[in-house]
């Protein structure tokens, strides 16, 4: 899924390439994946898209102050960027794409959703914050104004795994599954732990390790094209989506707990004081 830094990255290059440039066309190929009707996508066409922005995990393309299109690449939607449009015809439900964007000096992109399970989400609004899922976030930690106070503030009272607090965008905007990973790692923290519980000094190594993590991240993205931010969020982690690899601090093997539809990956030297957290699916199946 693509997370914050990723989806900075996507903004940097649209900031780049798409700022300036009008909309000639929007071609919807999955009807499911446009979440509003007024204003209609056509509104789109002929404006100019004046700014690249970001909110969360959203991307909000604005035009003028007035007509945005907003979208969210959930868990495996992505953004495929042409210098020269393709010509041929989309035919709805035989392709990945679920819109295409066409600029009028021939470029575009493609939002793609691979699986057969579709999330990804497009608007076309008004105000960025008509859409719900920007409306309800939290604060952005790379925000300027997001201070250790800020952040022990959202941890106080929350009864929550840090783990699950961390992905929930009601509380921290932008950080997903593989962020909250490698921010535990690397704040030496079981996921399992509990927030209200966290004394000072676990406060201070966490948002130290969340700020860290996150600006190491949308630097490596920084300048790279669509094409390369896979990849490179790919290299750039320690634990996640490394289960059976060495880990690069201290030599243990990563490990992972497996939930329903996804994963957690930690070192147990590092996070968990040598203890291997049960696997919840290995479990059920010996009951």
């Known amino acids: 899924m693509p997370e914050m830094p990723e989806v900075q990255g996507l903004v940097d290059f ?23 009707y007024d204003p209609p996508n056509t509104a789109l066409h002929g404006a100019e898209i004046t700014a690249a922005t970001r909110r969360g995990k959203f991307v909000v393309l604005s035009c003028g102050a007035e007509l945005h299109l907003v979208f ?5 939607g992505w953004l495929r960027w042409y210098e020269t449009l393709p010509t041929t015809i989309i035919k709805p439900g035989k392709t990945p794409i679920a819109v295409r964007v066409a600029l009028d000096d021939d470029s575009g992109f493609d939002l ?29 930690p790379l925000d300027e104004a997001f201070t250790r106070e800020t952040f022990a503030g959202l941890l106080a009272g929350k009864r929550t795994q840090i783990k699950g ?5 009601a509380v921290v905007a932008g950080i997903g599954n593989a962020y909250s990973d490698e921010i535990l790692h690397a704040a030496r923290m079981s996921p399992y732990a509990i927030a209200a519980t966290l004394g000072d000094d676990e406060v201070d190594r966490l948002f130290a390790a969340t700020q860290s993590t996150l600006r190491e991240a949308v630097s490596a993205a920084s300048g790279k094209p669509p094409a390369d931010l896979k990849d490179a969020k790919r290299r750039g982690m320690q634990v996640h989506a490394r289960r059976g ?25 590092c996070q968990t004081g040598g203890k291997v957290l049960a696997d919840r699916r290995l479990s059920r199946l010996l009951k």
């Open 14 to 36: 649209l900031g780049e390439r798409a700022v300036g440039r009008s909309i000639v066309r929007t071609t919807v190929a999955a009807i499911a994946a446009l979440k509003t």
């Open 72 to 76: 969210h690449l959930a868990k495996a």
């Open 112 to 140: 793609t959703e691979a699986g057969s399970k579709k999330s990804l989400a497009v608007y076309v609004v008004r105000d960025p914050d008509e859409v719900p899922g920007i409306a309800r976030l939290g604060p952005d």
């Open 165 to 169: 607090l961390l992905r929930d965008q």
């Open 245 to 269: 690899e060495t880990c690069p601090v201290c030599g243990d093997t990563v490990r992972s707990v497996f939930f329903a539809d996804r994963s957690l990956e930690y070192c147990p030297t």
